[in-house]
């Protein structure tokens, strides 16, 4: 049972795989006429979301209202946080109007951490991205995402073993990046990670990765998978690389690169893209590419850990 | 009305016993004493050191005195064991003039818990762009000689050319706070696997060490004085080590929590271990202790730090930096330093007390007949887990709660009279009496007194 869900770190290899067999159970429960669940029925659930997302909200209010939740949106811009107020505050206040679970999207690396561990609030705590440090639910669903279409409907029980990932991109700010490499090292698969050296973190030769700088080398060599990371133009603007041309040569999944790569890699991107910039249209949109089943993974992976932390069971009866 | 104490029994740095009688605020005899005297305090099994100096504290008065004030400060200060605090500038209105340091000065002459010797900023306001009026505060009342922007880095290599250059007109300091500001834009904690794994924004050793290798190039060229502020490194000490082999005039200073604490405490998010510069390795905790210990490093300095809890009980990039540290200090000093055998008590007496007077041009004999009578008694078997008990300041931002630390400052004497007594701060309206006392007999300098021609 795990109380919180903060970091893919912490996470046992016999959690992360009884998350993903849960997850399985909501995708089939997805299928049935009527998707709704009556397992988080009575209790109330705030998204408190600190900073601007479309994709991670909707798809854990999607999750939340699929198994009866009640749900309550916050988001920082036009409450009391515009005017000022300090994080504990609101905390504190969420508390007394008597929420029975946080999902928590905050700019600042940690805010969940200091979430979980305080006595602010008693509740679980669902880390929905924190600065640069983790996203574990997307980490999930990637890998529910490489699972189910590696293993298919045999997945059930099986983590990732000798899979070979590689991710490309701006490790540096990642937190896609953190929690999928913890998480795929986790569920035994190899992970290589492939960036201009300015946007690799420092220590990174203490994680269990393997890092180059030369993407067509990596591409040349066989993998399983290949995860595309959003890279943000203000990286530019800050000298991480000259210009939006050359990280595109050096690091961007080209269509030459595309026609290179095997017809059975898969293709991730956490989303949104930036078609033209680190992935093509003719990679985000070919039929080896997984991204839209990443966003309807992304639903029944966030109802598992909904269901597992608020309801402190781990296997559906 | 003349008044004595006796100290008996007191066991001085040097590992000797003797007793040490105190006359009209000055140190009248060490050694056997058989006089009769008002008062005694029995100081058996008590080291005597005299009064710790601290070259840099901030006291948060005027403008931010939710964290502290001056009198707030010195009892902090008392608490520990210290009887001189240099203030840093970065106060508001910043101490750049000859007002804001005279206004320091006085509030702590009326506090009377210590002697507050004012720093003073390098550049107006802080800014790095043009000198401040140093000549009007060194020639000012509070006569200041050490001068520093600390908080932020006089970054500007002409400026600190400047700088240097014209203090040597008044025989005067530059402290460098030493952070290279486009090195740690953004910066949270000490660079490396941590920081990469916690996502916060690293803090690179180089942006300290390449100012420090920058300034002490720039202090021989020019043969001034620089003082380098809380070194956290070991590639800093290694830069101090080859510019003193070399002859430059340059000395450093160690916080105690460099000394102790290192960057791993961060995987907590709790922002109790944020501070400027950032906790660092455990090969650096060793490195700054192996410098303390041969003398490249001249001496400890708290930075006393005080913030309110909401700038601390909060997201970790939010917060501010920095942490109390006058209560603990000597604690710290006395567990990294004595008990690894790598300082004695007199080494103590040295980087606590000789040497920052030194540095900060401050006149001093320690414990000698004809000096004035701040002492600090200690308890060096004592030992006790930390807690907000022990702190005396205005906030409450210490890294040390929980910690079990030894040592205790049983009595602190400035100037002949107790501060601290017993473990406990003496009263404000005790010691402020006391205060006036002894500047009714013309021991304390600073007050009605002319600005002098310098």
Redesign the interface.
């Known amino acids: 049972m795990i109380p919180h869900l903060i970091s893919t770190r912490d996470l046992s290899r016999e959690q992360a795989i009884a998350l993903l067999d849960i997850s399985a159970d909501m995708a089939e429960s997805g299928a049935r006429e009527n998707k709704k669940l009556p397992a988080l029925r009575g209790k109330t659930i705030v998204n408190l979301f600190y900073e601007d997302s479309t994709r991670t909200r909707i798809s854990f209010e999607v999750a939340e209202k699929r198994l009866s939740a009640d749900v309550i949106n916050f988001s920082a811009k036009g409450s009391s946080v515009a005017k000022g107020e300090s994080f504990k505050d609101t905390i504190v206040t969420l508390r007394e109007m008597g929420v029975d679970g946080v999902v928590i999207r905050h700019p600042s690396s940690g805010a969940p951490h200091l979430l979980a561990e305080r006595d602010w609030i008693d509740v679980p705590v669902i880390n929905a991205g924190d600065g640069t440090h983790e996203h574990p639910t997307q980490a999930l669903l990637d890998a529910y995402t490489l699972r189910a279409k590696r293993w298919g409907d045999s997945a059930r029980s099986k983590g990732l073993d000798g899979l070979r990932v590689v991710i490309v991109g701006d490790i540096l700010h990642s937190r896609v990046a953190r929690s999928n490499i913890w998480l795929l090292h986790t569920l035994g698969a190899t992970v290589t990670v492939v960036a201009p050296p300015t946007l690799l973190p420092p220590g990174l030769s203490e994680w269990p990765v393997s890092v180059s700088y030369d993407l067509d080398a990596v591409l040349a060599q066989p993998c399983d998978a290949v995860m595309m990371l959003r890279v943000q133009s203000e990286r530019m603007r800050a000298a991480y690389f000259p210009n939006a041309h050359e990280y595109s040569a050096g690091w961007g999944l080209t269509l030459e690169r595309f026609h290179r790569l095997s017809p059975d890699v898969m293709i991730l991107h956490p989303g949104p893209m930036n078609r033209g910039f680190e992935i093509s249209s003719a990679a985000a949109d070919a039929t080896q590419s997984l991204v839209l089943d990443q966003v309807a993974n992304g639903v029944f992976v966030r109802m598992a850990v909904l269901y597992s932390v608020l309801t402190g069971t781990e296997v559906m009866s | 009305m003349s008044s004595s104490v006796l100290i008996s029994g007191a066991t001085i740095a040097d590992g000797t016993s003797s007793d040490i009688l105190v006359v009209d605020g000055l140190i009248a005899k060490v050694g056997k004493v058989s006089d009769k005297t008002d008062r005694v305090i029995d100081a058996t099994g008590l080291l005597a050191l005299p009064g710790l100096i601290d070259l840099h504290t901030h006291l948060r008065e005027p403008g931010f005195e939710q964290s502290e004030t001056v009198l707030t400060g010195s009892q902090a200060a008392a608490k520990g064991g210290f009887t001189t605090v240099f203030p840093m500038a970065n106060t508001s209105p910043v101490a750049d003039n000859a007002s804001v340091v005279e206004l320091e000065q006085s509030r702590g002459i009326e506090a009377g818990y210590v002697q507050v010797q004012p720093i003073g900023a390098v550049t107006a306001g802080l800014l790095g762009t043009h000198l401040a009026d140093l000549r009007g505060m060194a020639d000012s009342r509070a006569r200041v000689r050490v001068f520093s922007d600390d908080g932020k880095c006089v970054h500007d290599p002409l400026v600190m050319r400047r700088a240097l250059e014209y203090v040597l007109a008044f025989d005067g300091v530059i402290a460098q706070h030493a952070q290279e500001p486009r090195l740690t834009e953004q910066a949270q904690m000490n ?12 803090w ?1 050793a180089i942006a300290e060490e390449t100012i420090i290798a920058r300034d002490v190039l720039i202090a021989e060229s020019v043969g001034a004085a620089l003082h380098v502020c809380h070194l956290s490194t070991a590639g800093s000490v290694d830069i101090v080590r080859w510019a003193k082999a070399r002859g430059i005039r340059v000395t450093a200073e160690v916080t105690p929590h460099h000394l102790l604490l290192t960057e791993d405490l961060a995987v ?2 709790d922002a109790r271990y944020k501070v400027n510069p950032p906790l660092r390795r455990q090969e650096d905790v060793l490195a700054v202790r192996a410098g303390l210990a041969d003398g490249t490093i001249d001496i400890v300095a708290t930075d006393h730090a005080p913030h309110p809890s ?1 700038d601390k ?6 917060a501010a930096f920095g942490m109390v540290g006058l209560e603990s200090a000597l604690s710290i000093v006395q567990q990294t330093m004595v008990e690894s055998g790598q300082l004695s008590w007199a080494d103590v007496v040295r980087v606590m007390s000789s040497m920052p007077a030194r540095i900060g041009r401050l006149p001093w004999s320690g414990l000698a007949a004809g000096a004035p009578a701040s002492i600090t008694l200690v308890d060096p078997t004592a030992r006790s887990v930390f807690s907000v008990d022990h702190l005396a300041g205005k906030s409450q931002n210490s890294p040390y709660f929980g910690r079990e630390l030894p040592g205790r400052v049983v009595h602190t004497m400035f100037n002949g009279y107790l501060t601290v007594e017993n473990g406990q701060l003496v009263d404000a309206e005790t010691v402020a009496s006391a205060a006036r006392l002894r500047v009714a007999a013309g021991l304390v300098r600073g007050l009605n007194e002319e600005r002098h021609d310098g």
Not at chain 2, 191 to 202: D, M, P, Q, V
Not at chain 2, 313 to 318: G, R
């Open positions: 660079e490396g696997e941590i920081a990469s794994r916690l996502g916060l924004a690293g690179p907590s998010y909401e009980e909060c997201e970790w990039d939010v």
